[in-house]
């Protein structure tokens, strides 16, 4: 149950309180929405609180009923990489709890600011990425005419330090040589071919060519032939010394002979980290 209304607020519609320095109006789908000021008179209060409830009936549905029709469409099946949904997805795990319920009509600039600023008090880069996916949704979502507005349009990013960390020989030499096989065949190629560590555990077998390894950048879709070195034919030799269970269309490859997830991956290359330090 509800809490009960103090006497002086029994006039107020259902739903609407008293803010900080304006009347609220809480609805069921979530959501906070200013009326008017607490100055206002109480007419004012209940023509504003009509006037919503009203637009609250003619708007769509909920921000995760967004989302989710998103999520199945084409463009995100067929035009973003794996690796992008995988993120999408993510950072839609944070934010379903705020957002999810409310209809998705009636989220403003504001809630985004306030989303952000809560957010980026743990992680700046990471409330980035998320307003960045709500953007998307709604950007999505505009052009097919299901919501008649962006609201991140407008909110301001974090801004973000770049990484001006150079790793020299001896500290990239040192965790090479005591990274274990798979690791270390991913940190060579990744190095010499100027790629992500996404491209290295995508590329297969049928990728080696005479001239050179065939690779498709994930993020740019740039196709290049990455011509072969000694070096780098010595590490794609390490990867195919790695022995698995099955036969493997993949360089780098799992004991299974599958393809190495981000997490499983990363849990090698921080163990490997460790003991170099």
């Known amino acids: ?41 109480k007419s004012t209060v209940w023509r504003r609180y009509e006037q919503e409830v009203k637009r609250l009936e003619m708007v769509g549905g909920s921000f995760s009923e967004l989302v989710n029709e998103y999520m199945k469409g084409d463009y995100f099946c067929n035009e973003l990489s794996p690796r992008t949904q995988k993120d999408y997805r993510g950072y839609w795990l944070k934010i379903e709890p705020v957002f999810g319920k409310a209809k998705a009509d009636i989220i403003e600039p504001a809630h985004i600011r306030a989303y952000m ?3 980026g008090k743990k992680s700046k880069p990471q409330a980035n990425r998320e307003k960045a996916f709500i953007s998307a949704v709604f950007k999505w979502g505009y052009e097919r005419g299901k919501v008649a507005k962006n609201p991140c349009k407008g909110v301001r990013a974090f801004s973000e ?22 690791v270390k065949a991913a940190m060579e190629i990744a190095y010499l071919c100027g790629v992500r560590k996404g491209d290295v555990l995508d590329i297969k077998k049928g990728q ?7 690779i498709k950048q994930g993020k740019t879709d740039v196709e290049q032939i990455k011509q072969w070195t000694p070096r780098l034919r010595a590490a794609v030799s390490l990867a195919a010394s790695i022995k698995s269970s099955i036969e493997t269309m993949y360089v780098v490859h799992t004991k299974q002979g599958q393809r190495y997830t981000e997490s499983g991956f990363d849990s090698a290359f921080r ?5 170099a330090q």
Request: with cysteine.
């Open 1 to 41: 149950m509800g809490r009960a209304r103090k006497d002086a607020d029994k006039w107020m519609p259902k739903r609407v309180y008293s803010g900080k320095s304006a009347f609220e109006f809480r609805p069921k789908s979530g959501g906070c929405i200013r009326l008017c000021p607490l100055t206002a008179p």
């Open 117 to 119: 600023d809560k957010r």
């Open 208 to 214: 080696l060519r005479e001239e050179g390894i065939y």
């Open 161 to 182: 330090k770049r990484r001006t960390r150079y790793i020299n020989d001896d500290e990239y030499n040192l965790l090479l040589s005591v990274a274990p096989d798979h």
């Open 271 to 275: 163990l490997a980290k460790k003991e």
